[in-house]
């Protein structure tokens, strides 16, 4: 008995897992590292002044005259953006290419006589300016009758899933959205198998609640928020992985699709600042929501906001304040510098390991903290009242092991 339990007990300690020995993929911390996206959301919806359609929308409402992928691009560019996620089917069913598998498409609109298909636009469009390029595919379907027979659903979604993995390139994310799915049953071991086949690249996004199986995790919200505490690595149903979050929240308040007269609820700089600092600055993907308008440009109020969140993320993180002089994860300065924030980065190879953490300046020759904070991970910016100092320092206070700190950069923000 004594020696069936020592057996057992060491068999545990074999498999079991501990969170400071899980690690990121390389494509997980490339992906990490680019840290803003876009998702563009553009359809049938667009020209009916809806956000979830029924599914029965005429094709015929699909007629963009001044379609630009190129338009979109730049905007996103200009906002930071390192990659694009385009919506290729939203819930009401309709598909942005002329997929093999369905008529309920850009084939039957009046747009390029039917012959025309924005994923490939918008994938080359991505590919000429250097962005990396995504599909989100919703997986509830609010048209196709095949949605009501979940075996006959998965041989549509696994079908359309090879389409789009095998004629637009690499694929740097793939989204599986999880609204209007209550009650249906998917198999999702089926979806991963299909996109690893053809794209074994691509990380898969979806809800922790919605699929086991996946690269990154919902942040949870679409006010663009992660929390002050953030881990990448997450317990996924009894198994621990490495699966990062990825925060999204449209450009324009509650509207992920363009509607008409909806100026207002763009959202400001000084928001969209926010955002960015619980977003970016507490180690999570921050996605932007943008949508093309019924001409399909982005509006032009939309691609100035963008300029100017770019511009400002660009004015305060671009270039650290020049330390004289380093030793660990001390920052020197010669003479007194103003300064009022500070970027923190671990390098996730070693995993994330920081539980707990102070930062210090030294100010007329004393060192006084100006900051604290649990988790850093790949990303995490500090924001404090000015102080002029000679020195900044950071003191891990708690740690799951040992711990690899990037070089840590110092900045003055204030005008
Ligand atoms: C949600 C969807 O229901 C919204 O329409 C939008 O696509 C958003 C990004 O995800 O779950």
């Not at 980065?345 to 539980?355: I, T, W």
Request: aromatic share 12%; glycine share 8%.
């Amino acid at each position: 008995m004594r020696t069936a339990i020592v057996f057992l007990a060491a068999l545990a300690a074999l498999f079991a897992q501990n969170f400071a020995d899980i690690r990121p993929s390389p494509q997980q911390i490339g992906w990490q590292e680019l840290e803003i996206g876009v998702l563009v959301h553009f359809g049938p919806n667009t020209f009916m002044d809806r956000e979830w359609g029924d599914g029965t929308a005429d094709p015929a409402v699909f007629d963009p005259n001044q379609l630009d992928a190129e338009q979109w691009v730049r905007a996103a560019k200009a906002a930071g953006a390192r990659y694009l996620i385009l919506v290729a089917k939203h819930h009401d069913g309709f598909c942005l290419w002329p997929s093999r598998h369905t008529d309920y498409s850009v084939k039957r609109s009046p747009w390029k006589q039917g012959k025309g298909d924005v994923v490939g636009e918008v994938e080359q469009a991505c590919r000429r300016h250097g962005l990396a390029f995504g599909i989100y595919l919703s997986p509830w379907d609010r048209h196709d009758p095949r949605y009501a027979d979940n075996r006959k659903y998965d041989d549509y979604y696994a079908a359309q899933m090879t389409e789009l993995a095998t004629r637009y390139g690499p694929l740097v994310e793939f989204w599986l959205d999880g609204a209007g799915s209550e009650g249906h049953v998917y198999d999702f071991v089926r979806y991963v198998r299909t996109m690893r086949t053809y794209q074994p690249n691509a990380l898969l996004f979806a809800s922790l609640d919605f699929m086991p199986y996946g690269d990154i995790r919902w942040v949870g919200n679409e006010s663009g928020s992660a929390p002050e505490e953030n881990w990448n690595v997450v317990d996924n149903y009894g198994i621990l992985r490495w699966r990062p979050a990825e925060a999204d929240t449209p450009l324009r308040r509650g509207h992920w699709f363009w509607h008409p007269n909806s100026e207002k609820r763009l959202k400001s700089l000084e928001e969209l600042m926010e955002i960015y600092h619980k977003t970016v600055g507490r180690g999570a993907q921050l996605v932007l929501g943008i949508a093309p308008d019924n001409r399909g440009l982005l509006p032009e109020a939309d691609v100035k906001r963008l300029e100017e969140f770019g511009a400002e993320v660009r004015r305060l993180y671009g270039t650290p304040l020049p330390p004289s002089g380093r030793s660990g994860d001390v920052v020197h300065f010669s003479t007194p510098r103003r300064l009022d924030r500070v970027v923190l980065q671990e390098d996730l190879a070693h995993g994330q390991m920081v539980r707990r953490f102070r930062v210090e300046a030294r100010v007329a020759d004393q060192w006084v903290e100006v900051s604290r904070g649990t988790t850093i991970g790949h990303k995490r910016i500090l924001v404090f009242e000015p102080v002029t100092a000679t020195g900044v320092r950071v003191a891990v206070e708690a740690a799951m092991g040992a711990v690899h700190l990037k070089p840590l950069a110092v900045y003055h923000g204030g005008r």
